[in-house]
């Protein structure tokens, strides 16, 4: 599809995006290309993924031009204050070979291995770097991941530019209504990650049933669900079908239909 959200500066991105997570970089390339020749030209990756060579030498060598491909990075979990952040964001963009990025998201409040500390003040310098180096022009947008409101609000409270993104893990199970509704009162674009659960809703019956009566697959059910959402999917896979399963969207499911799969339980919250 050709269609985008917008963020709170203007800048357009894809609304659907190829996820390269857990994507290792010796196949990143061949996935890369084959979601690049699919119509996909906007790519999610980030530092931690170790993928960012591969991802970045697939854009290269596409024949699309680099502005008409949206990119998105991330500055590393546990990398926290001003120079920091410099530092890593200049590695991102010497990893993908490019002078800039059109996204570039600070990937959780926390560290991986220390999840829930309070880590408000690296936040807030981290922050400063990246609205620094987005009115250098380096970078086209910037934003958050796995954010929490509270987080979110720690920054708005004490910096200049509130965040335009939030990428959160989000499929059907796992509405996170009162984080969407935080980031739509604050003109922030949701990204939804794992839009498929990491593969673990597909064989759900009701899913599948469902995803029947539309003519369409489960996979193609769960990430269209996102878009109902108004959240941006970013689906992952390897597989050149399912690559392009996965981005054939051109329908749209019943505001019933909607309402029913809200009240699905979280496969995953176990
Ligand atoms: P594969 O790479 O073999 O296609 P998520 O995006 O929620 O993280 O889910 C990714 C997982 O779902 C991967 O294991 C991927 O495997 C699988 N997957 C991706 N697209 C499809 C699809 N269209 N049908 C079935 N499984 C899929």
């Known amino acids: 599809s050709n269609r985008t959200f917008t963020f709170h500066n203007g800048v357009n991105i894809p609304d659907i995006g190829f996820g390269t997570w857990q994507i290792p970089n010796e196949e990143a390339y061949k996935a890369v290309t084959t979601a690049l020749e699919s119509c996909y030209t ?65 990937h959780a409040p926390w560290p991986w291995d220390d999840i ?11 922050w400063k770097a990246m609205e620094e180096l987005y009115k250098e022009g380096k970078i086209r947008a910037i934003g958050v991941s796995n954010f929490a409101e509270k987080d979110i609000q720690a920054l708005i409270d004490a910096c200049e530019i509130v ?62 669900y996102c878009l109902e959402r108004d959240t941006l999917p970013l689906p992952k896979s390897t597989n050149k079908e399912r690559i392009i399963e996965n981005s054939q969207l051109d329908f749209t499911i019943s505001s019933e239909d909607v309402q029913k799969l809200a009240t699905f339980e979280d496969v995953r919250a176990k």
């Open 42 to 106: 906007h790519i999610d990756t980030a530092l931690a993924y170790q993928n960012e060579e591969n991802v970045g030498k697939a854009i290269q060598d596409s024949p699309i031009s680099r502005e008409k491909i949206f990119i998105t990075s991330k500055l590393p979990a546990q990398i926290k204050g001003y120079d920091a952040t410099v530092e890593a964001f200049d590695e991102t963009i010497s990893n993908l070979g490019v002078d800039y990025l059109d996204l570039y998201l600070i």
């Open 163 to 224: 965040p335009m993104a939030n990428q959160i893990p989000f499929y059907i199970g796992r509405d996170q209504n009162s984080l969407l509704q935080f980031c739509k009162q604050h003109n922030i674009v949701v990204e939804a990650y794992s839009p498929l659960a990491t593969g673990q809703i597909l064989d759900h019956s009701k899913i599948k049933e469902m995803a029947t009566s539309y003519g369409v697959t489960p996979a193609q059910l769960c990430i269209r």
């Open 116 to 126: 829930g500390r309070d880590c408000t003040e690296g936040n807030i310098e981290s």
